[in-house]
């Protein structure tokens, strides 16, 4: 009964490659986050969807693409992975209308880039 | 830029004692605050969150104190276990789907 859950949970993989991170939630949520955490655990938020549509887009190299097929499924693809993006990345979702968009995370990716 | 931050990096807290774990923000915009605990190896999880209009908020064994005037937000733990090891992020939000989170607070328990 996880309620956000993310895969794969660790990912090796060489520059230059192209790689997907998938997210699924089943809280019923309409607002989907990616985020990254960098070795020094800081965490900045990457993309929103809200059903479906892109509402947050921060300064994120082109070669990050999400997806969202769905208001329950948000993937994140990156292309020619560069050493710099190997970090965690959390995937999180929220109700929208709520009294605070409390944001509920996923149990995060771990992504080395060699 | 980050308008969250933390006073602290590292908080060592005898077993038994209380924590304070504090944090400053910067946009007095910000009309909701949230706190989170990281533990190893997993994502964020809510602990507790208050409303500007609230002074003070408590849960089981946490309690949330904000200070609007010189934009202090803390997080008091009582009787700290080890299973309260961990970083602690505070994170603010403006109205909108967006929060921001501070550099967090990792708490060591002493035993």
């Known amino acids: 009964d996880t309620a956000v859950s993310q895969t794969p949970k660790y990912l090796v993989t060489q520059m230059g490659n192209d790689k997907s991170i998938k997210c699924e939630q089943n809280l019923g949520h309409d607002t989907m986050y990616w985020y990254k955490q960098d070795s020094k655990k800081f965490l900045k938020i990457m993309f929103s969807y809200n059903n479906k549509e892109l509402i947050i887009n921060e300064t994120v190299p082109n070669r990050f693409s999400p997806k969202s097929p769905d208001k329950a499924h948000l993937n994140l693809h990156i292309n020619s992975l560069e050493l710099g993006d190997s970090a965690v990345y959390f995937c999180?979702?929220?109700?929208?209308?709520?009294?605070?968009?409390?944001?509920?995370f996923g149990p995060g990716t771990r992504l080395l880039v060699l | 830029g980050e308008s969250v931050g933390l006073h602290l990096p590292t908080l060592s807290v005898q077993e038994g004692d209380n924590s304070i774990i504090n944090c400053a923000y910067s946009n007095s915009a910000s009309d909701y605050f949230i706190w989170y605990k990281q533990e190893s190896g997993k994502g964020p999880q809510f602990i507790i969150d208050i409303r500007s209009n609230m002074d003070k908020r408590q849960g089981q064994r946490v309690t949330v104190l904000l200070n609007k005037t010189v934009k202090h937000l803390s997080l008091q733990i009582a009787a700290t276990q080890p299973g309260d090891s961990a970083v602690y992020f505070c994170a603010e939000n403006k109205g909108d789907d967006k929060i921001i989170f501070g550099k967090g607070t990792r708490l060591h328990i002493l035993p």
């Open positions: 999180a979702s929220s109700q929208s209308g709520l009294a605070g968009p409390t944001q509920y």
